[in-house]
């Protein structure tokens, strides 16, 4: 029997020519990144930030695979850490620390002030926020899509990301409160962390 005569004999078996099978092309999607449990979807960007540990270990905020700001970088402080994104092409416009308990206030709102509308606003807390916290502070974050920033007191942890000039309120947010009766460490609540994918600014 000539090989002809074989793949006749298999195609009759199977119902289908076995020349007119062709090969399917699998896409394997990216590892995902930030630390998350899956890959984002498309236009959608990861990110993943831990507030600091009482005032000893230092906030982390990672974007898109990238470790912007943390401990081991030696580029947090105390106060807010603050990390801002080009919404449309995930760009890092700029990223620092607002020293709440020693900077100027006025330096500090006119700074928050200046982030342009849609970009993607990270921020992770270090040691004490709320010294010199003002209402028109709190506000701005409000305009980004934070429900939690109102209660912030001393000493608690505040994780969030929102979106300058949005009407949507913030997934990613949470808040661990100072109290004596459920800090973990002393004088000082336990870290909080929160992440996920942030959609692009053509996605909103």
């Given at each position: ?10 195609k009759n078996s199977l119902g289908f020519d076995l020349m007119d099978v062709g090969l399917t092309t699998v896409t394997i999607p990216p ?112 305009g980004m899509g934070s429900t939690l920033i109102s209660s912030v007191n001393q000493r608690d942890n505040w994780v969030f990301a929102g ?21 973990v460490f002393e004088g000082w609540p336990e870290m909080v962390e929160v992440g996920g994918c942030f959609p692009g600014t053509q996605m909103?």
């Amino acid at each position: 029997m000539n090989s002809v005569d074989v793949l006749d004999k298999v195609k009759n078996s199977l119902g289908f020519d076995l020349m007119d099978v062709g090969l399917t092309t699998v896409t394997i999607p990216p590892p995902p990144k930030c630390n998350l449990s899956k890959s984002c979807p498309h236009n959608h960007f990861a990110f993943g930030i831990a507030s600091g540990a009482a005032n000893v270990v230092g906030p982390k905020i990672c974007f898109d695979g990238r470790n912007i700001m943390s401990h081991v970088l030696n580029n947090v402080g105390p106060g807010l850490n603050v990390v801002v994104v080009n919404g449309e092409n995930g760009d890092i416009e700029k990223f620092g620390y607002l020293n709440i308990n020693a900077g100027n206030p006025e330096d500090i709102l006119t700074y928050l002030k200046e982030i342009q509308s849609d970009m993607i606003v990270l921020v992770a807390s270090f040691d004490d926020m709320a010294t010199k916290l003002t209402d028109e502070m709190r506000e701005i974050f409000v305009g980004m899509g934070s429900t939690l920033i109102s209660s912030v007191n001393q000493r608690d942890n505040w994780v969030f990301a929102g979106r300058v000039g949005t009407s949507i309120k913030s997934r990613f947010e949470k808040l661990a409160v100072n109290d004596e009766n459920t800090n973990v460490f002393e004088g000082w609540p336990e870290m909080v962390e929160v992440g996920g994918c942030f959609p692009g600014t053509q996605m909103t």
